[in-house]
């Protein structure tokens, strides 16, 4: 059985700093890309980062690039998501996922076969 299990959320003022950490059981980690969503009240799930397989190749939405940082450590099935720099906007829910089929990475929600159960961020002005 598949799982993944966020941890790391919590509250911060603007500006602060949180790094979640995302640990998956059941499935040959190091053969899955992994991203990072997130989720806001009343909005869709939205991309937040992701990289491959080895973590060499990473993509991150516009709207976190040079603040927030994916990575992975295969030999403890782990990816973590530093978020530098919080801001109010960055409040939600995130999610880990694992892509177990695309050679690429995917920014695409549709593209992944497993899913968290979230870990809420939440940033005060």
């Known amino acids: 059985q598949v799982q993944l299990v966020e941890s790391g959320g919590g509250s911060v003022q603007a500006g602060g700093s949180l790094r979640l950490s995302c640990a998956a059981s059941?499935?040959?980690?190091?053969?899955?890309?992994m991203g990072w969503f997130r989720q806001a009240p009343g909005e869709d799930r939205e991309f937040v980062a992701a990289c491959n397989w080895s973590g060499g190749s990473t993509y991150y939405a516009d709207s976190v690039k040079g603040r927030f940082t994916i990575s992975r450590d295969n030999a403890k099935n782990t990816v973590y998501l530093q978020m530098n720099s919080l801001k109010p906007e960055d409040t939600a829910v995130y999610y880990c996922?694992?892509?177990?089929?695309?050679?690429?990475?995917?920014?695409?929600?549709?593209?992944?076969?497993?899913w968290g159960q979230g870990t809420q961020v939440t940033v005060s002005s």
């Open positions: 059941g499935l040959s980690f190091s053969y899955y890309n």
């Open positions: 996922a694992a892509d177990g089929h695309n050679s690429r990475i995917a920014a695409d929600k549709r593209g992944y076969d497993y």
